[in-house]
C-alpha cells in the first residue's frame, strides 16, 4: 500500500488550499482514509476521514464548518479541500489509511498559514 500526499504550501488567512492523497494497492474499497495533522509543539489530531466503501465521512469538530473530504473513485485519491484557513491550522498534514486495524501513512505536507 503506498499513499502519495500533495498540495501543502503557504496561504494568507482566509484563503483555501486542496490536499491530496493518492492511494494505491488496496484490493478492496474496504478501507477508511483520511487526514491527520500536527502542528509546531503538539500531538497529532484526527482532521477527517471517510469510509471508502460506505462513502460515509467523518470530521473533526473543528474541521467540520471549513474542511471537506472527498474521493474521486476512477483515480483512488482522496482530497481534503480547506476553507476559511486560520493560522491555527498550520501544521504538517499526514495522510493516513486503515484496514483491518493496520494504519498506512503517507508522507507530510506542510500547510502554513499567515500574512
Known amino acids: 500500500v503506498q499513499l502519495q500526499a500533495s498540495g501543502g504550501g503557504l496561504v494568507r488567512p482566509g484563503g483555501s488550499l486542496r490536499l491530496s492523497c493518492a492511494a494505491s494497492g488496496f484490493e478492496s474499497d474496504y478501507y477508511a482514509i483520511g487526514w491527520f495533522r500536527q502542528a509546531p509543539g503538539k500531538g497529532r489530531e484526527g482532521v477527517a476521514c471517510l469510509a471508502v466503501k460506505a462513502g460515509r465521512t467523518y470530521y473533526t469538530d473543528f474541521a467540520k464548518d471549513r474542511f471537506t473530504i472527498s474521493r474521486d473513485n476512477a483515480k483512488n485519491t482522496v482530497y481534503l479541500q480547506m476553507d476559511s484557513l486560520k493560522p491555527e491550522d498550520t501544521a504538517v498534514y499526514s495522510c493516513?489509511?486503515?484496514?483491518?486495524?493496520?494504519?498506512?501513512w503517507g508522507q507530510g505536507t506542510l500547510v502554513t498559514v499567515s500574512s
Open positions: 493516513n489509511a486503515r484496514r483491518m486495524g493496520v494504519d498506512y
